[in-house]
T-cell receptor
């Protein structure tokens, strides 16, 4: 157990709908990262938040948005869902410091299925 | 930006054999190289990492080597066991923890008894 929690574990919804994925980082971690992993694909970086502020964006669609709250949990909002959005969504957390070895610890993921 | 290539995409070995997975990176400023193991349907887990000021690091049956000049790094697993079967991802990062990790495309390792 990495200490990173994600809810829900599974989510099944229909095209055009909107969903919210939730992530709670490890105690003491200030950084949260979101990744998308499609079937048999690698980890695609979506977005990084540090202490409530957006730090970096990757290949995140405009239909997707995220935020990090004062208690440091983060939510990833996916709207106008398409079949191709079906994937595993992972969040990871790290202490978030200015050193090279800031290790990212991954949560268990949310499996999103869009029908 | 950083680009990480990983080979092979699949690797099948017999139990007890060694396995080697190789990654190359493009940005000479990258200084941190972690390796993650992901079992089917589970989260990626860090298994070993190396900084650019170190050429090799070992942890029991796992070792990572780094060649900064050639900009490549490799994961070595000795005495493989069936439970080593998983997808392995390499990654690279430039600078500090505020910079994103760039992941390779993964290697599916299958260890047959």
């Amino acid at each position: 157990d990495s200490g990173v929690t994600q809810t829900p574990k599974h989510l099944i919804t229909a095209t055009g709908q909107r969903v919210t994925l939730r992530c709670s980082p490890r105690s003491g971690d200030l950084s949260v990262y979101w990744y998308q992993q499609s079937l048999d694909q690698g980890l695609q970086f979506l977005i990084h938040y540090y202490n409530g502020e957006e730090r970096a964006k990757g290949n995140i669609l405009e239909r997707f948005s995220a935020q990090q709250f004062p208690d440091l949990h983060s939510e990833l909002n996916l709207s106008s869902l398409e079949l191709g959005d079906s994937a595993l969504y992972f969040c990871a957390s790290s202490v978030g410091v200015r050193t090279p070895t800031d290790t990212q610890y991954f949560g268990p993921g949310t499996r999103l299925t869009v029908l | 930006g950083e680009n990480v290539e990983q080979h092979p995409s699949t690797l099948s070995v017999q139990e007890g054999d060694s396995a080697v997975i190789k990654c190359t990176y493009s940005d000479s400023a990258s200084n941190y190289f972690p390796w993650y193991k992901q079992e089917l349907g589970k989260r990626p887990q860090l298994i070993i990492d190396i900084r650019s000021n170190v050429g090799e690091k070992k942890d029991q049956r796992i070792a990572v080597t780094l060649n900064k000049t050639a900009k490549h790094f490799s994961l070595h697993i000795t005495e493989t066991q069936p439970e080593d079967s998983a997808v392995y991802f390499c990654a690279a990062r430039e600078g500090t923890g505020f910079q994103k990790l760039v992941f390779g495309t993964g290697t599916r390792l299958l260890v047959s008894p």
